[in-house]
Structures are given as structure tokens and as C-alpha cells.
């Protein structure tokens, strides 16, 4: 992609956020659930489509206005664009990206939730603002790992976070539904992606945010695939670390079967939702 096309593209997202923020800004402002969460996917969905970014998705994901805390791997800031596409969802961040130029803002309007990692008390405190949204039925999104990883492996999943399911069961519903979720790049300009090439999509470590973006913009096409796995029943007696585990073995199980294996056509949107594992009927979690 030249710098011309790179740059008539941004224009157009910057078009398209300066259309979506002042809806989105009241909704925000004067409460109105069913509103919030539509401008940034609507906005993510733009970004994609301009740079050529097909997501697709498959596996159990929660019904419409079903709360569910998503323990998720994390590859690159591409992932949130990704997620953030296919449904109303907030996520979890540390607090440095507040800071950010631009992406802070970004963030903000996504109804991110920051967490001070290096205060005391920090966790208590976004564990209960997780589960208060939990406890109103949305949909946050936990990337357990605590940072990026390479793509190719996956890191032990955290389980100190996921203490806000139990929060959410102590403020308003009896069980949480957690979401495992995979997201993986399988294929660039649609071919196979190897381990060479994973370096240009996965954003890591001591990686600058400026080159690897030019490598986004010069390097075409790539397809996501999300993988919601078999969902688990959080209650007031579950054991935090063991669901965690859990979480984590089928995220694991989930970025194996799908980078063995073509993703579905592509779609955006929630697909139908089977019964959460031990819960009659489907019944949802919030």
C-alpha cells in the first residue's frame, strides 16, 4: 500500500470517527446502554475494511446482552480492532494507555477499564468495576495474559482478575458465564502465515509502535479468525485459579485447531450461542 493510499485511508477513519463520536459521546453521557457500545464497533468495522482485514469467527459466543468476562490471548493491537468488531464490548487495559496520545482517547470511548498495576489495592478496585458491568448484563474482555505474546505460544493465564465474576455474583446474579476466546492470524495476502512472518503481526516485547504499523500498512491483506470456546459456569463456590486453568487449556486447544484449519466465511456478528456448560436451558448469566 503506498503512502498515498495509507493516507487517504486514515482520512477516511478519521471522517468516520468524527461522524460516530458525538452520538457515541451522549450515549455515553446520558446513559443509554443500547447505544454505547454500536459507534466503536461500527468504527473498528471501518478501520478493517479500508485496510483489508477480514475477521472471522467461530465456536459458542454469548447471546446478545448476555454478560460474560472473555479470557483472551493477545497478540497485537490488532486484536482489540478485531474484537471490538464484533459486538458491543469493553475491555481491560493498563493504565499507562490512558496516557496515550489518540489511542488513550480511542480507549476512553471504548469504556476501556484501566488498571494501575503498580498501586496496591489496584485489583480490588477494577474487580469490582468489572463486576458491576458483569452484574448489568455486558460484555468485557480479560486478555489473561497480562501482555502480548509471539502468536505461536501461550502464556500462563492470570487468574487475580477474574475474581470480578465473583464480585458480579456478589452485587446482582448467582453465576457468570467466562468466555475463553483464541484470536489468530492464520493467513496474510492468502497464504499460510509461518514463523518468520508472525514478527510482522504480532507486536511484543520491546517492539516500537511506529515500524511495526508501517509493516501493517506495506504488508496487505490479513485475515483474523476468532475462536469463542465452550463457555464456563463461574459461581459463587468455583475455585478462581482452576477456571482460569481451564480458560486457559481451551484458548490453547482453540489457537492449535485454528491455525491448523481455514476459518468459516466471513461474518461479523455473534453467531447462534449453545447452552452454557452447566447451566439448564441456556439460561443466561446475567
Request: hydrophobic share 50%; charged share 20%; glycine share 10%.
Amino acid at each position: 500500500m503506498t503512502r498515498v493510499g495509507v493516507a487517504l485511508r486514515l482520512v477516511v477513519c478519521a471522517l468516520a470517527f468524527a461522524l460516530l463520536a458525538g452520538p457515541h459521546w451522549l450515549a455515553l453521557r446520558f446513559g443509554e446502554r443500547r447505544g454505547w457500545g454500536l459507534a466503536p464497533a461500527l468504527f473498528h468495522r471501518v478501520f478493517l475494511a479500508l485496510f483489508s482485514v477480514r475477521v472471522t469467527q467461530s465456536g459458542t459466543p454469548p447471546r446478545p446482552g448476555e454478560a460474560a468476562l472473555v479470557l483472551a490471548n493477545h497478540v497485537s493491537w490488532l486484536d482489540i480492532i478485531a474484537i471490538g468488531s464484533l459486538r458491543p464490548l469493553s475491555f481491560v487495559a493498563k493504565s499507562e494507555i490512558a496516557g496515550w496520545p489518540v489511542v488513550g482517547t480511542l480507549a476512553a470511548l471504548q469504556r476501556t477499564v484501566f488498571i494501575d498495576r503498580a498501586r496496591r489495592g489496584a485489583t480490588a478496585t477494577v474487580n469490582a468495576a468489572i463486576g458491576d458491568r458483569l452484574a448489568r448484563g455486558e460484555l468485557v474482555v480479560l486478555f489473561a495474559e497480562g501482555t502480548t505474546g509471539d502468536g505461536t505460544r501461550l502464556l500462563p493465564f492470570r487468574s487475580s482478575l477474574v475474581g470480578a465474576a465473583r464480585a458480579a455474583i456478589q452485587a446482582e446474579t448467582d453465576r457468570i458465564r467466562l468466555q475463553p476466546l483464541a484470536i489468530t492470524y492464520p493467513r496474510r495476502n492468502g497464504l499460510p502465515v509461518g514463523r518468520v512472518e508472525r514478527p510482522e503481526i504480532a507486536w511484543y516485547g520491546d517492539m516500537d509502535l511506529a515500524p511495526h504499523l508501517a509493516l501493517f500498512f506495506e504488508k496487505g491483506p490479513i485475515d483474523v479468525h476468532v475462536v469463542w470456546g465452550q463457555p464456563i459456569a463461574f459461581e459463587a463456590g468455583t475455585d478462581r485459579k482452576a477456571v482460569t486453568a481451564q480458560a486457559e487449556a481451551a484458548v490453547r486447544a482453540a489457537m492449535k485447531g485454528a491455525g491448523s484449519a481455514p476459518g468459516p466465511a466471513a461474518t461479523v456478528g455473534p453467531a447462534p450461542a449453545r447452552p452454557l456448560a452447566g447451566l439448564p436451558d441456556g439460561t443466561a448469566a446475567a
